[in-house]
């Protein structure tokens, strides 16, 4: 595939920042790759796996001659990243970041970025419950969307080869603006991670169901909300402190429902919770329908049922 970029910075190795370093490696799409990580002992796993061809722990150092630089660290770090780079930004640069909020990232960022350095940030919605470098694969972004939430002056050009460089990866690419992006993850990803966390917790409270038989019973449901539960503390903090507004409108949403819900229960009202299941049954279908997961019944489990 064409080289796209003469110099890419990735600032942030981990499940993201090194699964764009190995398409970036695979497609051929850059001269060369500067990888940087705050910690040593990340930058060398990073070497060690081959994701780039310089290794800094200095983030400033990292951007200094790069057309492309990709922030990928926790969303709560983007600003003090911004005002590391800023001074050493080449004019002309794309500077984007991957962050799962984008308001909070754009007010963060955006004041630092110098004048004729185009700011474009983004969000692909692929991931997994893993982190570090060792996490990353080939193959993550293929058939997921990638929203990019530019500002109103971007520069359409800028844009134009952002959007390539995430169709070339395997994405489809989508625009949003970035209030509307965060109202709609959070129902679609930080509400679904957030009750995950919440009856895992629960679970784990719990005096009169024991740990064990939680685990040993887990087939039965727990099992898949303790994926989502098992995803990266910091990633998820950082993404609750920085998606506040939206999270809590979707929370009073949420707790507004599950009150019907409840009440139903109590009531015996078996007509209204058969037309609920009936509903969701069918966004199940719309989602596999869509490409977004596949309709193996044992999705997951499949390696483990041929042991
Ligand atoms: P990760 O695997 O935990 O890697 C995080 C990277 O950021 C590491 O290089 C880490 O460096 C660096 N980092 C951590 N804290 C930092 C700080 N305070 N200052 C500077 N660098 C710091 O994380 P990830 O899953 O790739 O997530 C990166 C970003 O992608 C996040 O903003 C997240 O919201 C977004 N995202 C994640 C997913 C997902 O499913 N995981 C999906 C879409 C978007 P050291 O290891 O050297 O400390």
Redesign the pocket.
Known sequence: MAKQFETIAL?????????IAREIKDKGLAGSVVV????????KR?EELGLGDRYT?S?AEAVKDADLVV????????G??AAEIAANLKPGAIVT?????KGS?ITQMAPHIPEGVHFIPG???????????D??FIGLFKGRWCILTPLPDTDEAAKAKLRTFWETLGSMVDDMDPEHHDKVLAIVSHLPHIIAYNIVGTADDLEAVTESEVIKYSASGFRDFTRLAA??P??WR??CLHNKDAILEMLARFSEDLAYLQRAIRWGDGEKLFDLFTRTRAIRRSIVQAGQDTDMADFGRHAMDQK
């Open positions: 600032v942030g190795i981990g499940l993201i920042g090194s699964s940087s990580s705050r910690s040593d002992a990340t930058l990073a722990t983030a922030v990928s660290v926790p969303v709560g770090a983007s003090a990243v970041d991957v962050g799962s909020t990232v969000h692909p919605i692929a991931g997994t419950e893993y982190s570090g470098p996490a990353g995803s990266d910091t990633m950082d993404v």
